[in-house]
């Protein structure tokens, strides 16, 4: 069973902090992805990681950026966290680039930002 | 642009069946999938089509016309733990997914 854990269920962070995001996938999964879910809105994507140390924008990459040093690991980083921010976090990953594959969730990280 | 239209929410009968329908438009067109997700979880995989037609798994189907840029997910016997969102998600020539906002399914006894 291809298993994806996140770091947190959930954070609370203050205004202005540094917040790190941890993502693992046990499966060798090439692509790994991080989106955010509000209600309404649906999944937006964040980044994403077609390889070690590669990544690319999504749909909304402002204030956040992402590190995939190991193949099993990606993380997202709020360099300043804002309000705008508080959100519920899912991290993905998928076997093979340019794929039909289907993406495995982690169990998400619900984020808030006072 | 790129779009998924799905209704926010439906409500159904234990052991009825719902049908819950998406359209989408994409740059490309490379399949598309169903997810569920019950409040607090993570979405998991349900279906997914890329040739015309209906795919049946157990109690749930998918279908998909791509002339028409349609697919319903089909939910039969409907149980009270079917209860959750329903998210459809094109691929689109970049292989990219496309999320819809989701679907809430409320069962009711």
């Known amino acids: 069973d291809v298993k994806v854990t996140q770091s947190s269920r959930y954070l609370v962070k203050r205004t202005g902090e540094k917040v790190f995001l941890e993502c693992v996938q046990d499966?060798?999964?090439?692509?790994m992805f991080w989106y955010r879910q509000d209600p309404g809105l649906g999944l937006r994507l964040i980044y994403f990681?077609?390889?070690?140390?590669?990544?690319e924008k999504g749909d909304i990459p402002e204030g956040y950026s992402v590190s995939r040093e190991k193949k099993e690991r990606f993380s997202l980083i709020l360099e300043s966290a804002s309000t705008n921010q508080t959100s519920m976090y899912l991290c993905?990953?998928?076997?093979?680039?340019?794929?039909?594959?289907?993406?495995?969730f982690g169990p998400g990280t619900r984020l808030t930002v006072t | 642009g790129q779009n998924i239209d799905q209704p926010t929410e439906m409500t159904a009968t234990e052991g009825a069946i719902v049908q819950i329908n998406c359209t989408y438009q994409?740059?490309?067109?490379?399949?598309l999938f169903w997810y569920q997700q019950h409040a607090g979880e993570a979405p998991t995989f349900l279906s997914y089509n890329v040739l015309d037609g209906l795919e049946e798994k157990g109690r749930f189907s998918s279908f998909l016309s791509r002339s028409k840029g349609y697919s319903y997910l089909l939910l039969k016997e409907l149980q009270m733990k079917d209860s959750a969102s329903y998210l459809c998600?094109?691929?689109?020539?970049?292989?990219?997914?496309?999320w819809g906002a989701g679907t809430k399914l409320i069962i009711k006894p």
């Open positions: 990681s077609y390889d070690v140390k590669m990544k």
């Open positions: 499966m060798d999964h090439e692509n």
């Open positions: 998600a094109a691929l689109d020539s970049n292989y990219q997914l496309i």
């Open positions: 993905a990953s998928k076997g093979a680039t340019g794929t039909h594959y289907e993406q495995y």
């Open positions: 994409t740059s490309g067109f490379n399949g």
